[in-house]
């Protein structure tokens, strides 16, 4: 047991450092940043400075060495154009990034189980067929597209919804948050749904196969047959056993879904991080687009080295390798 | 694999033809699909105008309505973009943009995928292993935040875009061509072909691989999907291809700054052909499985 978690977690952090060397010679090899500091009348010495201030001069090993020995300790440099603390402006962003993909895991979850339920009850009514239809759809379009169309619909043609922006925040002492406010939750709607369409797809999906599963097993046929009201056979019997395929691939998407809220938070000029990236890459910011890749990266692998180990934890015949080869 | 033991689909190419065609939702998707490659590839032939070259453009055409007429008479029935740009032209060309990566992309993630499943599936031991893992790892990363890292460093381009696709998708082929090929490794006809004294190359391209195909073509066909998708999505954020070459996505956010000023047409118009591609393709490779019956 103890041996798969330390095995896990080594392999977790080779990919770690794989990726913060892709990341970050990849992105260092980019561009020159220096122009975005240098007036026009900056003359060779003034260059010069601006290069040896940046860390420029040194060889790409040393500035990588340098960039781990700084990232180990919390520092990621400082961003070229904010001329903060990298690191301290994705903390500042983050919130609402984090705030959209749970609002769109919670609204993934809320129409999406009981529309799985439902299509895995009646698997040849209309209702399913329309339902499969939608979560096709939903997985196959492009998430721009949909955001685009609901800011023409419900924002230019209808004037319903805000499409820019957060809207009123709360401020709950340690973070602040817009769905606690009525213009707040307006302003998130929009958004949080383009986002979760996605995952909705993925929960109509498994809840429809668990379900089909699930209702041919003993256990439900026994429940039914000592007289069990249906309400509670499928709430309690059914819905527990189809919630863990569902809970972990939610789990390991997750990553998946902070990434696409780059795309979300562009449409809809949502003040995350993903936003943020896609300015400092139209700006070169090298600090601030490396803090971001190797941010996403990490907390990508903690995911899924926890969802691993959860995993080995509930069921021994991964830990012992009598699973899959 | 529990359903690995299934028969193999039976019947001829011309069988499967007709069982293919007998479905009218196969035959529209294939119609629809076929209609825009043409449109796409003949877009130098077909369009009234060649959106790129300066001469032909008037910037005071810009902005103008479906259907409006210009000052020389020319009517653009999709309305015009910021540049005066004829909307039917650069959709047009548009198109063939987005399917060359698409179908680039695709071809090359299949070629590179199916040699490095065919090797793991025939070599077995540590470089199954490996190579195994290297696509378990490269699965567990979202594609979206993959293609955007290599976009991140490499810049725009249309190669660039290519390879970046190549990358997100190749181990999706390696590991389905490495578990057909294991399954197709097991049969009697393999073992007759060991029996006589066949080589293992032999084997592996004549035999196994032929058996692979139908599987192939079916995920090549989803995985063609996703790649126009995501290149569209790519280069909305301005991160794939370059202004010089504007694909679908490109169009589309061209468009996103006129929506607010209710100017649809310059995005909605783009985004529509995206659509029906994206759904043209999807509905193919859906049919396209039931007729194949691959154990997917």
Sequence with gaps: MTEYIIRRVLQALLVLIVMTMLVFFGVNVIGNPVYIFASSECDQACLDAIITDLGLDQPIWRQYLTFVGNLVQGDMGRSFTHGVPALHLIFERLPATLELAFSALVLALAFGLPMGIYAGLRPYGWGAKLIMSFSMIAFSLPVFWIGIIMILTFSVQLGWMPSVGRGDTVDLGFVEVSFLTLDGLHHLA????????????????????????????????????????????????ALKNILIPIVTVLGMEFGGVIAFAVVVESIFSWPGVGKMLIDAIAVLDRPLIVAYLICVVFMFVTLNLLVDVLYSLLDPRIRLGGGKA | MSIASAPPAAGSARDLTRRFLKDPGAVIALLVFAAFGVAGFGAPLIAPQNPYDLAQVDILD??????????????????????????????????????????????????????????????????????????????????????????????????????????????????????????????????????????????????????CLPTMLVVATMQMAMAISLEATLSFLGLGLPPTRPSLGLLIANGFDYLQSGRYWISVLPGLVLLAIIISVNVLGDRLRDVLNPRL
Excluded: C
Aim: charged fraction near 15%; hydrophobic fraction near 55%; aromatic fraction near 10%.
């Design chain 1, 190 to 237: 929009m958004p949080a749904f383009t986002l979760s369409l996605i995952m909705m797809a993925m929960v109509i999906r498994l809840a429809r196969a668990g379900m089909r599963e699930v209702m041919f097993t003993d256990y439900i046929k026994f429940a039914r047959a000592s007289g069990v009201p249906e309400r509670r056979v499928l709430g309690a019997h």
């Design chain 2, 62 to 211: 810009s902005l103008l309505e479906p259907g409006s007429e210009s000052f020389t008479g020319m009517t653009y029935w999709l309305g015009t973009d910021g540049q005066g740009r004829d909307m039917l032209s650069a959709i047009l060309y548009g198109i063939r943009i987005s399917l060359v990566v698409g179908l680039a992309s695709g071809l090359l993630a299949l070629a590179f995928g199916t040699v490095v499943g065919l090797i793991a599936a025939y070599r077995r031991g540590w470089v199954d292993t490996l190579l195994m893992r290297i696509v378990d790892l490269q699965l567990s990363f979202p594609t979206i935040l993959v293609a955007l890292i290599l976009l991140v460093i490499l810049g725009r381009g249309v190669d660039k875009i290519i390879f970046a696709l190549v990358v997100v998708q190749w181990a999706y082929f390696a590991r389905t061509v490495r578990g057909v090929a294991l399954v197709e490794g097991a049969r009697d006809y393999v073992e007759a072909a060991r029996g006589l004294r066949l080589g293992g190359f032999r084997i592996l391209m004549g035999h196994i691989l032929p058996n």
